[in-house]
Structures are given as C-alpha cells and as structure tokens.
C-alpha cells in the first residue's frame, strides 16, 4: 500500500477531520512521501471556503506521531541536505501555523519529534486522559536537535527552562503533566477526543477561543530569567556548564540545541531563529556521534523483532511467574514483572525473608507513585500482585521460574532439584547467573532441554538489557518464551550461547584485571577511574568494583580466572584488598570511603597500605590508561564473536552499551573497532602485548580482518 493512503479526511459539520494511519507500519512517521500527502490535505482544506476548522488525530492505537522516518536521515549527504530538510520542515508547520484554517491535535498516544513540533504549530492541543499519552523531544538521543521548529516555538509554550529541560533530557512529558505546565490546552477521556476536538475546531473558527494564546508564566521568576536579557544569559551559561559536566562533552548535540534555543531569543527575527535551528540540525546529522546514535537506534529496533531462534517457533504464554529468592536481585525481578500485571509467587527459606522481599518489591513500586508515574490505585494493584512461601505452594501453576539464589552451583543444584519435583512438566527454569555456565547448572535437571540462563543487571528496574544463554540442549519454545518475557518487562534482550562470564562479563573482566594491574603498578585509584569516565564510561573501573561488591567481583574473577587463566588472572592490588575484609560501598569501605549513607567521599588513602607500592603513587598519560582498558575489552570481544558466543557484532555492540555503559556515542566495542581502523586496532594490540606478553594477543579475527580489509559493519547504507 502507498504512502498516499495514509492520511483519510471526513468532513463533519465543516471541520475536516484528518486521519493519520499509516498503512503497514506500528507508528505513524513522516516521510517524504507521508509529508508531501500531508501537504497537499492542507493546501485542499485551505482552499475550500466550506472549511472552517481541521482536526489531525491517530488512527493507531496508543500512538499519535513517532516523528520523522529516520532512514530518510542516511540519505543526507552533507549538512546543507540536511538543513534542507529541516527549513521544508519549518515552511510546511508555518503555512499550518499561519493558515487560514485553524487545526487542532487530539492525541491519544505517543506524540513524539516531528509529532509534537507538528502540535506545537496547530492552534489548539487536546490530550487523550491515557498512560499511553505522551510527550518528548528525543532527539538528541540520536545526536540530532529538533529540526521542525521545535527549539523555537516550545520555548514560546513552556518558557526557557522549561523548554530547555524537555529538549536536552529528551523525556517523556505524561498528559496531565502537559497539562499543567502548558503543553496542551485541554485533557478529555480517551472516548471523548474526537467529539471534544471537533468541538474545540469550530469554536476556533468563530473566534470563541483566541488562536494565539500565552500559556507561560509570567511571575516573578519569568520577568528576571524569560523576559530579562540578563536572566536569560544566566540560564543559557548554567544550562552549557551542566551539559558539560553530565555529558564530558561527548554529546555535541546538547550544545548545539542550547545554541539553537538561543537564537530564537537573540536573533533580529523570527526567520533568523529557524535558520538557525536548520543549520546546527544539518551540522548535527553529520557528526560521528549521530551516526553512532542512529545504529544503536536501529540495532534495539531490530533486536525488537528478533526472537532469538527460527522463524516459526512460538513463545508460550507467561500469564504468572515463580521467583526463587527473595534478595536484592529476586526483589527486583518481581517488582518489573508485577509493573506489568504479571503475578510474581516469591519463595524463600524463611518467612522473614520472604517479607523482605515483598517489602523490597513495595519500595520499587513505590518510586513510581512518588513521581506520579503510576496512580495510588495502580500501586495497590501491582503490589497485590505479589505473594510469598516458603514452601513451593502454588508453583506447579507456573509456567516460568526464575531462580535469583546465591552465586554457589551446589546451592542452585539443590533448588532446581526441589522445584522440579513440583513444576509442570512444561514448565521453563531459569536461572540468574552473571558467571555460572548454564550447561553445568542443567547437568542436575531431569529436563536440561528446559533449563536456560537470564543474566538480569542491578538495579533491575533501572538497567535496561537482559542477556539470555542457552545452552545446546535448550529448547527453541524455551528461548522464545524467555526472550518474549524479557520484552514484556520492558528489557533489551541479547541471546547469547553458554561459556564462563557468558558476554557482559566476560568482555568486563579483562577490563577490570587491567584496571587492578594498574593499581599493581602505582597508579592513583581515581586516576584510573578519571581516565575512563573521560573516555566516555558511566563509573571508572574502580568505582565499579566497590558499587558491585569486593566479594562479588573476587567471586567472578575467580571463576573467569580458572576458565582462561593467567589473561583473566585478578591483580595482586584486589586480592589484597578483598583479603582485607574491604566489601566496597556495602561494608562502607572498599577503595573509596563512604559516609553513614552509603555515599562515596574519596579515594580512602588507607586502601593504599594494603598493596605493593604503599602511598606513594606514580602518574602514567591518561590515554595510555584509557587505551589499556578499552582495548582489553574490545579484544575479548571479538574473541567472544569469533567462538560463536553471541550471533552478531550488533548483540555485542548493544550487550555492551545497555549492559555495562560502554559510551554510546562510541556505538559499541565492534563500532569502535571499525571507527578506530582494524589494522590500527592489531598495531595497538600487539604493542601493548610485547610490554605485557599474553596479556593483549590480538584475536585471530582481527588480524585475519585486517588482512583482508575486512569491517564489522558496511561503510554506507542502514548500519545494522
């Protein structure tokens, strides 16, 4: 079906209702051909004198406008395409803007980009009274600004900071919050939007409601920082220092979306402004940054349809779940599930711990009801979700259970055993492990084939990927069931094949053993951390040892050591400190100090003692540290790709990003490798290997690539 079917028109008493319904697609996007069918609606409706008002609305289910198409993106060329595009963009809103026919948005849905620029241009917006309604301008998630007028009209709608802050975090505004703060006009029932919209379209039309109306504040707060020259100036250099500070100016959008709101209050015109806006979107299209963003964008896209085994194969129903273990980890388990309506039956040892759990599950939950995500009524409903035994009562009904016990294999052997005593013979046990090999955990099952790994990161209501292992006796209904359920949570989910450390883990553990043989080497603990938090990390490597836990990270390494040995061998520097009694930031002492609360207050200079070189520490270029450590990740890598440990570069990229903060504007280890060069990676590789033999032997993969010329991904064309 063509474009040209996706907008429909029905005239009701004068008012031109449009429909936007995008044939063969999820979500409503707008594309060359979409906007050009877009336009010539306007130019009839403006050209028929029986039309008073229009009415846009969504002919999709819990989404009005994702915004633009961004395959149209790959095709600029140079930043004049794109600023091309962009100022088409501002001629097609302003004639919307300006024209003769008032139009009303109703949304009810996702009005996100290019779909709320498009709203902001329309005299009046109406929002559907839905969980599904929101709003945003996520650009600068792909590296891009608004490019349809949307840093210079949404200041006019919110005032600066407000403004600002939608444009630089890019998150979602729910409807009665755009309600409050002057996004939409008006807030009706799902069931009453056409009606009310129709309404609103021909009291515009009769002037019964202005169609240019203010709908900031103009406080005391709005004359010293919106309307004041001199105010205005303070919020723009506090917006530049803060986007500095959180992004290292990795982020060259950020700024350039400053710039770009700026203009509209500097520039000698209005036209100016929108110039503006164009050139810094066609100089941001352009950028490394945007096309690291962009693939990352298509990769989860297309993880989203990727079940993880042949076409055909059908995930079973998950109405419940079984969660053994009721510690930090189960907690967090039960809580994404129960957001989701999916009743969580929790098991533990001891009656007191199982009410931890509960109680735990109630603090997650109630996150969202402190920040007005969820109503009091939805809280109670999740809540009422979970249960709890100590005995396996209500576990034969159960499709899935997921065990969240102690790192141990004897201790999860004697847990698979008793629950499979009980479960359905169709029923799926999935264990959560970070290190433990998934076959060796099955070796106790009467049913391997239904026994498969889910590596869920902490906090797990925070840390969006999920890595799913299977082992070659999985089941493919297996792998489908956990992969469609780990969607269901609202997780990114990679497939990956069994192995020690899977391959989050392992790519981290090189990196880490690197970060300790730098300590072994004299280097300052927050050196270490300042070069890789630089380099583009969330935390330094250090800082991550004592978030996870000494004993946790001694427990892996230990694993990871005896599977590859000497390359994954822990350095001297974190035996010792761990040997010390030092848990990291839950004993309140690791190798940072930390206050009664738990909050980090400086390298602890004691730490220093407790290691070969005491106090006195040496200093080393902080691209040599920087280079160390990425490169030992990067290598094990593509060890990993080459053993088959996961499908694709593209796995590996996003296990990495979602799963251990590798910089996203970076794109991921295999992105990086490419951008880098390959035959410059091996040059790098083998330089540090000779200083440290064994220790940074390129992988066969990239010297055989670099031979051939090889790249993980194709120069041109999507990149995924």
Known sequence: MSPADAVTVDLVDGVAVLTFDLPGESVNKFSPGVIDEFTAHIDRIENDPSIRGAVLISGKTGTFIAGADIDQFLEFRTAADAAKASA?????????????????????????????????ACAYRIAADSPKTVFALPEVKIGLIPGAGGTQRLPKRLGLQGALDMILTGKNVRAKKALQIGLVDEMVHPSRLRTIAIERAKELASGAIPRQRDSRSHGVKALLLDDNRIGRAVVFRQARTQTLAKSGGHYPALLAAIEAVRAGYSAASEAEGYAEEARLFGDMSMTPVCRQLMFLFYATTALKKDSGVAAGVKAIPVPRIGVLGTGFMGAGIAA?????????????????????????????????????????????????????????????????????????????????????????????????????PIAQVASASIRPERVIGMHFFSPVHKMPLLEVIVTPTTAPEVTATVVEYGRT??????????????????????????????????????????????????????????????????????????????????????????????????????????????????????????????????????????RRLSLAMVNEAARCLEEGIMRSARDGDIGAVFGIGFPPFRGGPFRYIDAVGITEVVKQLEGLDAQQPGQFVPAAILREMAKTGRTFYPATGKPV
């Open 336 to 436: 994404v599930s129960v957001r989701e309506g999916i009743p969580v039956r929790f098991k533990d040892t001891a009656a007191d711990r199982v009410a931890k759990g509960v109680a735990a599950v109630r603090e997650v939950i109630r996150e969202g009801l402190t920040k007005r995500r969820i109503t009091r009524q939805q809280y109670d409903d999740q809540v009422g979700l979970v249960s709890g035994t100590v005995d396996y009562t209500g576990f034969g009904r159960v499709p899935l259970v997921i065990e969240a016990v102690f790192e141990d294999l004897a201790i999860k052997h004697a847990v698979l055993k008793e629950v499979e005593a009980v479960l359905a013979p169709t029923a799926i046990f999935a264990t959560n492990t970070s290190t433990i």
């Open 88 to 120: 088409f963009g501002h001629a097609m809103l302003r004639r919307i803007e300006q024209g003769r026919v008032p139009v009303v948005v109703a949304v009810d849905g996702a009005c996100l980009g290019g779909g709320l620029e498009l709203a902001l």
């Open 489 to 626: 949570i609202g997780k990114t989910v990679i497939v990956v094949n069994d192995a020690p450390g899977f391959y989050v883990n392992r790519i981290l553990a090189p990196y880490v053993n690197e970060a300790g043989k730098l300590l072994d080497e004299g280097i300052a603990i927050d050196a270490i951390d300042r070069a890789m938090t630089t380099f583009g990390f969330p935390v330094g490597p250090i800082t991550l040892i004592d978030e996870v836990g000494l004993d946790v990270a001694g427990q892996s390494g230990a694993i990871m050591a005896e599977a590859f040995g000497g390359r994954m061998k822990p350095s001297e520097a974190l035996q010792q400190v761990l040997a010390a009694g030092r848990l990291g930031r839950k004993g309140k002492q690791g190798f940072y100090a930390y206050d009664k609360r738990g909050k980090k207050d400086g390298v602890d200079e004691s730490v220093y003692a407790l290691y070969a070189g005491g106090a006195k520490r040496r200093e080393i270029p902080r691209e040599e540290i920087q």
